[in-house]
């Protein structure tokens, strides 16, 4: 099988007047709201590891420990807020391979393209970006289907595209909306966009692009 890569307990009275006093969950908070649903992913994906039947335990843990890398990094990053959601050269190839790493994709997927390809931008939101467009890709492609993600430099953009073979746009029963408010408010904070049309033969694609970073200042 393929692996790819925290009170003690309170009296009762003392109970009752802590939850008095707690402040109602916001549920409507964007930022919460967007937590919840990256983290359904790897949640499902550490409960499945979890089972002991499903491979040897070596790869096994190490599959488990990049997940729980990846909460970790996700969580603090919403709780840290923007002031701490530092700019940073990127290896844009470097960002699709470990968003790739963090996905379970049921579906057949090729990483292609150039490496070096830079660009300044949060990390951990760009990789949240890609995976929430990983996810939908593979969502549509199906079991049997394919998808091809594309790394490049085009002119003064860095572009990534996630192609599927898919449906095509329209075509697919919603399951979070979410995630491309999420996609696209990261790429706007870049400097960047996020178009969805159909593949040429079939299928859809979505392109990312950000400004590309200058070789003079790529290190």
């Not at 002119?155 to 696209?184: E, F, K, M, W, Y």
Request: proline share 7%; hydrophobic share 45%; with cysteine.
């Amino acid at each position: 099988m393929d692996l790819r890569p925290r009170r003690a307990p309170f009296g009762a009275h003392a109970q009752m007047d802590v939850v008095q006093h707690m402040p109602p969950p916001r549920t409507g908070d964007p930022a919460l709201r967007a937590l919840c649903h990256d983290l359904i992913q790897p949640l499902a994906t550490i409960r499945m590891l979890a089972d002991p039947r499903i491979g040897d335990d070596d790869p096994r843990l190490a599959a488990i420990r990049h997940e729980v890398t990846w909460l970790t990094d996700l969580v603090e990053s919403v709780l840290d807020g923007p002031a701490e959601d530092r700019h940073e050269p990127l290896d844009l190839m470097d960002v699709a391979a470990y968003a790739l790493s963090c996905c379970a994709p049921s579906a057949a997927v090729t990483l292609e393209g150039s490496s070096d390809v830079r660009v300044v931008a949060p990390r951990v939101a760009l990789v949240r970006a890609l995976i929430c467009l990983l996810d939908n890709a593979a969502r549509a492609a199906g079991k049997d289907g394919c998808v091809t993600v594309c790394v490049r430099a085009g002119g003064s953009r860095a572009v990534v595209t996630v192609a599927d073979d898919g449906p095509g746009l329209g075509n697919l029963v919603p399951q979070h909306s979410i995630g491309l408010v999420t996609v696209a408010r990261v790429l706007r904070e870049c400097g960047g966009r996020l178009e969805l049309t159909d593949g040429a033969g079939g299928g859809a694609v979505a392109t990312v692009e950000l400004p590309l970073l200058a070789q003079g200042h790529a290190r």
